[in-house]
Nanobody, 125 residues
């Protein structure tokens, strides 16, 4: 069972930046995807960014394109979400998720089998 642990959430002013981290216990597949989702109170969970391994293809929801970047890091089994120019509509609990992908990463919840517990992002003056 893959276990995911998110970190890096916190309080930031509008226009500020945060970097979220997601560390996995292991990745057991040759082809997999890892993604960040978010859920604000009273709203549905939405896919924010995804990364396909091993080809490195990424995708983003339109509302974060140009502001957020998903990447693998120099720490083994760790994925990052760099969030720049945070806006009042970005606060939410952010979750990372992973699953076997057959080479395609998506922003659809049903494509991910393993989820972290989430980290809270707050944007306020």
């Amino acid at each position: 069972q893959v276990q995911l642990v998110e970190s890096g959430g916190g309080l930031v002013q509008p226009g500020g930046s945060l970097r979220l981290s997601c560390t996995a216990s292991e990745f057991t597949w040759d082809f997999y995807a890892i993604a960040w989702f978010r859920q604000a109170p009273g709203k549905k969970r939405e896919g924010v960014a995804c990364l396909s391994y091993p080809d490195g293809t990424t995708d983003y929801v339109d509302s974060v394109k140009g502001r957020f970047t998903i990447s693998s890091g120099d720490v083994e089994n760790t994925i990052y979400l760099l969030m720049n120019n945070l806006k009042p509509e970005d606060p939410a609990t952010y979750y990372c998720a992973t699953g076997e992908s057959y080479g395609i990463a998506t922003l659809a919840e049903q494509d991910y089998d393993h989820w972290g517990q989430g980290t809270q992002v707050t944007v306020s003056q």
